[in-house]
């Protein structure tokens, strides 16, 4: 079944913190709502980007193109395990990602911000 929306109505967490429900209308212009458990969520959050990155890349017919998000604020915290740091991006609007980062990658990170940037960036994924 395919369900095509209107409007994001509502978004809400289960009172026991187990599941996400995520109201809206649909085309026909009746409310409906989906009900997805927290590892399910987690699998969205983590296919969304690339979604939209291929949409937006799609669309305009350049593959160099990134949704990005402007940055408002950032946090560095340690983690409860001692060789993991951890660093949250947060926008103005509120959407936030907390990354889980290994020692040595930090001091990578660092180092990279303060370098000057090259012609050219060439991606680097671990």
Request: overall charge negative; aromatic content about 6%; proline content about 5%.
């Amino acid at each position: 079944m395919e369900i095509e929306t209107q409007a994001l109505t509502s978004c809400e967490v289960a009172a026991d913190g187990d599941a996400i429900s995520l109201g809206f209308v649909d085309s026909n212009g009746k409310p409906a709502t989906i009900r997805l458990s927290l590892n399910q969520v987690g699998a969205l959050a983590m296919t969304l980007p690339g979604l939209i990155d291929k949409a937006l890349q799609t669309r305009f017919g350049d593959q160099s193109l990134r949704y990005a998000y402007p940055l408002a604020s950032w946090v560095v915290e340690q983690s409860s395990d001692p060789t993991q740091g951890m660093v949250t991006l947060r926008t103005v609007d509120g959407f936030s990602v907390c990354f889980s980062i290994p020692r040595d990658q930090q001091s990578e990170l660092g180092e990279a911000l303060v370098a000057q940037p090259a012609q050219k960036m060439a991606l680097r994924a671990h």
